[in-house]
């Protein structure tokens, strides 16, 4: 059984198919600039799936795409292309799973899309101005070219819906949060959970049961999820992927009275903080050169020492975030890194770990800095492990996608 997973964003349209006997991606790709002349087409075939190129194959094409059910044809015609497709027709294609960012406080897992879906997902358009309204727009192109195929919504929001009261409301009035629905989300969900299962695999307690875990998801977007017993209680983001730890171009906690302060001082609109809060801040703000993560660690090599601070500050929100977790949660038994700077940064895994060896961690250096790919990288005698774990969030959807057509009838919205 193969299931079509798709990620749609404003301009781009990231998607793989997914052969789900044996969880392997057999195609992948993107399209970007969607809405342009110049639009342009990547598609990635797994090596061992084309038996006439066995060594996988890649195309990549310029040509004008004018809307999003223009690219999603697009993604068909590939996956079914006569000499280079990987299905026959696109009946082989049983179901579709969506990544959408934010479900609110009602679709709180995943769901078969109906029209009572849809609307709710419009209903959280304020709350994921830049992500549901894309999201939405992927879902309504493939049902039109795809008629009677099932399509699954899968919500990044979803895993945090477990987090008590006491970790998701602010201290605001309470009719903020009545009215507005004003409270901490959560984001990256897919990626903790992910990665969270597959440290219970790996630790042969597929449950977590008994078990504390921090999970670091670090990205050019970053957060941190505490996860007991195999569920999120908490997590850095918070209303929006704002709140939290340094980001690339995201400034993470700030003292909310600052920025009516700054917004005076500048001439600021709302706008404009938003952007330089967003787009301005984090480690590109710091440093002065760069969000990418490489980047400041190459300058910091070199001697540059604003990049030294904003590696420092990165880590130290981190190590914070971290123990401030085992705190809430009683001890802590695992962390596990993922993510391009958690699965590549050794300088970083390793500050940490050092940093935080009274909570009975002992860092393997050779693992840290020689190893590859998934693996522990603390000492067998280390009473607390540390792992990288590579992230796999379109597995996740994929799962889900599979686990909900298999129910016998379309789940009803969860709190309904």
Not at 165 to 183: D, E, F, N, Q, T
Not at 242 to 261: F, N
Not at 303 to 326: N, P, V
Not at 378 to 390: D, F, K, N, Q
Request: aromatic share 6%; proline share 4%; net charge negative.
């Amino acid at each position: 059984m193969k299931v079509l997973v798709i990620n749609s964003g404003s301009s781009t349209i990231k998607y793989q198919l997914i052969e789900m006997d044996t969880e392997q991606a057999v195609a992948a790709g993107r399209v970007e600039r969607i809405g342009y002349d110049d639009a342009q087409h990547q598609h990635l075939v797994a090596p061992g799936v084309l038996p006439h190129k066995p060594d996988g194959y890649e195309f990549r094409e310029v040509a004008p795409v004018l809307d999003h059910t223009a690219a999603i044809r697009r993604v068909l015609a590939a996956l079914t292309h006569r000499e280079i497709g990987v299905v026959r027709d696109a009946t082989e294609i049983a179901a579709v799973g969506h990544r959408v960012v934010h479900g609110g406080e009602k679709l709180t897992r995943s769901v078969r899309v109906t029209e009572e879906v849809k609307r709710e997902i419009r209903a959280t358009f304020d709350l994921a101005p830049l992500h549901n309204p894309a999201n939405l727009l992927g879902i309504e192109a493939t049902e039109s070219l795809l008629p009677g195929v099932p399509q699954v919504a899968v919500f990044d929001t979803a895993f945090h819906a477990t987090m008590p009261r006491v970790a998701y409301l602010y201290a605001l009035p309470y009719v903020i949060y009545k009215r507005h629905r004003v409270r901490r989300y959560g984001f990256h969900g897919t990626s903790h959970r992910y990665v969270s299962r597959r440290l219970g695999e790996l630790l042969g307690r597929p449950s977590l049961e008994g078990l504390n875990v921090v999970t670091c998801h670090l990205g050019n977007g970053a957060s941190v999820c505490a996860v007991k017993d195999g569920r999120s209680v908490d997590t850095s983001m918070g209303f929006t992927p704002l709140e939290g730890l340094i980001m690339g171009t995201r400034s993470g906690d700030v003292d909310p009275g600052a920025l009516p302060y700054i917004m005076a001082r500048e001439e600021l609109t709302p706008a404009e903080l938003n952007s330089m809060l967003n787009k301005h801040s984090g480690l590109l703000g710091i440093s002065g050169i760069s969000g990418d993560f490489r980047e400041i660690e190459e300058e910091m090599e070199r001697g540059d020492s604003r990049a030294r601070e904003a590696f420092e500050m990165f880590e130290y929100r981190l190590r914070k975030y971290i123990g401030g977790y085992a705190a809430a949660m009683g001890g802590l038994d695992a962390i596990v890194f993922t993510g391009g700077i958690g699965e590549n940064s050794w300088r970083l895994r390793g500050a940490i770990v050092r940093n935080l060896a009274f909570l009975g961690l002992e860092l393997d250096e050779d693992a840290n800095v020689a190893g590859r790919g998934e693996r522990r990288i603390t000492t067998e005698g280390s009473r607390a492990s540390a792992w990288v774990i590579p992230t796999n969030e379109e597995l996740v959807i994929a799962r889900d996608t599979l686990a909900t057509v298999q129910e016998a009838e379309p789940a009803a919205i969860p709190g309904r």
